[in-house]
Antibody, heavy 116, light 111 residues
Framework: EVQLLESGGGLVQPGGSLRLSCAAS????????MTWVRQAPGKGLEWVSL???????YYADSVKGRFTISRDNSKNTLYLQMNSLRAEDTAVYYC??????????WGQGTLVTVSS | QSALTQPASVSGSPGQSITISCTGT?????????VSWYQQHPGKAPKLMIY???NRPSGVSNRFSGSKSGDTASLTISGLQAEDEADYYC???????????FGTGTKVTVL
């Protein structure tokens, strides 16, 4: 059974940093692209970043230059390093597995709140 | 980084069919067959319902079907059931620096 478990969310001040993790199990992690998607409270879904199986990376314009996606295939773990956080980054962050927008497994999400 | 356009809400009675549209441009929906649809119940993670325009993942009911014409993709739910009441989002690959874009979301209500 595929499992994705996010962690690392919490309350952070504007301008601060946070690193999210997504522990994966139940599939061959190093062969799949992985994605981060976020959802602000009461709002819709927003694609954030994707890392391919060969570690090529892509970012939404809204986070480019501030967020860094990475993966450690030896630990079956996906990361999202978030710097220079803003109030508008407040959201539930989900990790998901799959290529080309076909994200067939999702974690339960971790809440990031940016506030002073 | 504009989102794809979906109707805010669609409703139908049990047993009826409804269709949700997702309108983009030739740079996303119209240009690629990487359109997917997600169902999200309140407080839950999204669930993949359709991928690559019209393909259903294993385990998804055949009451859900997808299609595309030009710059607009559609999700049809036939034989509407109470459990189908949820938010639905389309997603498409986009030929820009922001590689993927979601739709604005549609709330489906079963009357």
């Amino acid at each position: 059974e595929v499992q994705l478990l996010e962690s690392g969310g919490g309350l952070v001040q504007p301008g601060g940093s946070l690193r999210l993790s997504c522990a994966a199990s139940g599939f061959t992690f190093n062969t799949y692209a992985m994605t981060w998607v976020r959802q602000a409270p009461g709002k819709g879904l927003e694609w954030v970043s994707l890392i391919g199986s060969t570690s090529n990376t892509y970012y939404a314009d809204s986070v480019k230059g501030r967020f860094t996606i990475s993966r450690d295939n030896s630990k079956n773990t996906l990361y999202l390093q978030m710097n220079s956080l803003r109030a508008e980054d407040t959201a539930v962050y989900y990790c998901a597995k799959g290529p080309k927008g076909s994200w067939d497994s999702w974690g339960q999400g971790t809440l990031v709140t940016v506030s002073s | 980084q504009s989102a794809l356009t979906q109707p805010a809400s669609v409703s139908g009675s049990p047993g009826q069919s409804i269709t949700i549209s997702c309108t983009g441009t030739s740079s996303d929906v119209g240009g690629y067959n990487y359109v997917s649809w997600y169902q999200q119940h309140p407080g839950k993670a999204p669930k993949l319902m359709i991928y690559e325009v019209s393909n259903r993942p294993s385990g998804v009911s055949n009451r859900f079907s997808g299609s595309k014409s030009g710059d607009t993709a559609s999700l049809t739910i036939s034989g509407l059931q109470a459990e189908d009441e949820a938010d639905y989002y389309c997603n498409s690959y986009r030929s820009s620096s922001t590689r993927y874009v979601f739709g604005t979301g549609t709330k489906v209500t079963v009357l």
